[in-house]
């Protein structure tokens, strides 16, 4: 069975300075989408970044990047110059593209500090 | 603005008492979903709809039943809940399935069974 893990429970970064997510995920497919969603407080959960598996180059979202390693299964979220306001909980996602299937990581709680 | 609303925000019912989470949209999008996200894990989906076509995941529970009467809402039923399905549960819409389009949630209904 396909599963996501994020190994990171909690974190924390300084406000300005830069912090990675890690993912990592298991599949026997080859065609498939990747994603990381943000959970406020608010507990509205909103789409930071995607990335389609056939796309070798990884994607960027203005301070949001990934580090998409295939091989390795392995998906990585950067953020740059980090906010306040990226005070979250952070979901890794997999996304079969033949049935459509979401699934989520177990999720990173991530504190930005002033 | 278009979104992707859930009511009531909080819900409180008794052990065994059929429940009603109730999940509109007005972005017009042809999939309705439904998760349930317990504390501190992950989102789990239980069914979702491509228009009128339901799709139960196979370890979604009996006592959970959904309705779509049209495209823009969605109810889902507890029939006779447990202590156990206290949590939050979410709602998300997209336009498409299999591919990488993005999820829009709602802000969730926090489910306690008393």
């Known amino acids: 069975a396909q599963t996501v893990t994020q190994s990171q429970p909690e974190m924390s970064v300084q406000e300005a300075e830069t912090v990675t997510l890690s993912c990592t995920y298991d599949?026997?497919?080859?065609?498939?989408?990747l994603f990381w969603y943000k959970q406020p407080p608010s507990r509205q959960m909103i789409l930071v970044i995607r990335?389609?598996?056939?796309?070798?180059q990884n994607a960027t979202e203005n301070r949001f990047s990934v580090n998409f390693q295939k091989a390795a299964k392995s998906f990585s979220l950067k953020i740059s110059d980090s906010q306040l306001g990226d005070t979250a909980m952070y979901f890794c996602?997999?996304?079969?593209?033949?049935?459509?299937?979401?699934?989520f990581g177990q999720g990173t709680t991530l504190q930005v500090k002033p | 603005d278009a979104m992707v609303i859930q009511n009531p925000r909080y819900q409180v019912t008794q052990f065994g008492k059929p429940v009603t989470l109730s999940c509109s949209q007005t972005l017009n999008h042809n999939v309705m979903y439904w998760y349930q996200q317990k504390s501190s894990q992950a989102p789990k989906l239980l069914f979702h709809y491509y228009d009128k076509d339901f799709n139960n995941e196979a370890d979604t529970p009996d006592n959970f039943q959904s309705r779509r009467p049209n495209t823009s809402f969605c109810f889902l039923d507890i029939r006779s809940p447990g202590l156990g399905d206290a949590a939050m549960y979410l709602c998300a819409t997209s336009r498409a399935i299999l591919t990488s389009e993005k999820l829009f949630f709602g802000s969730g209904t926090q489910l306690s069974v008393l």
């Open positions: 990335q389609e598996a056939y796309k070798q």
């Open positions: 599949t026997s497919e080859s065609n498939y989408y």
């Open positions: 996602a997999f996304k079969w593209s033949n049935t459509g299937k979401l699934i």
